[in-house]
């Protein structure tokens, strides 16, 4: 499975998302009621592995291991990466590549929030909420970000 095809359509999916997210039992939470179960589990795993990540105001956790040097990432660029995303929860590989170019602003929210903070050679890792990735379970995402175009 490609994670272009899945950014796209997570990304243009995320803005259909409806105000409620229907749980097993058959009760609902808001998003804002899922975003805060979400932070609070990465904040955990970051607390139990001694990650020190910083905080987005979006609830997106990151930890940028090389800031970069080369031009800054806008929405409208496309971007050369080298990536390995994974599950939190278990750290089962849900996808990765060695190099993959991307329009950034069809990719998930959170990608989208957080490779604007490093520039052209960068490193960053991310933590993703669910409702900023495919809405199924909070990711973590090793990136590099190698070109910007």
Known sequence: MRIRTLLLVAGM????????????????LTLQEQ?????????????SNGIDASEHSSGLRYVI?????????YDSNTI???YVGKKIADGSIIDKAESATFVLNELI???????????KGGKITLYIPRIYAYGRDNLMFDIELLDVK
């Open 35 to 47: 975003l805060e179960l979400d932070v609070k589990a990465i904040d955990a795993y970051l607390d």
């Open 65 to 73: 291991s090389d800031p970069g040097q080369g031009d800054s990432v």
């Open 13 to 28: 999916g995320l803005a259909g998302l409806s105000a409620c997210i229907n749980l097993d039992d058959g009760d609902y």
């Open 80 to 82: 050369v990466v080298k």
């Open 109 to 119: 929210i959170g990608w989208r929030i957080g490779i604007p903070l490093i520039r």
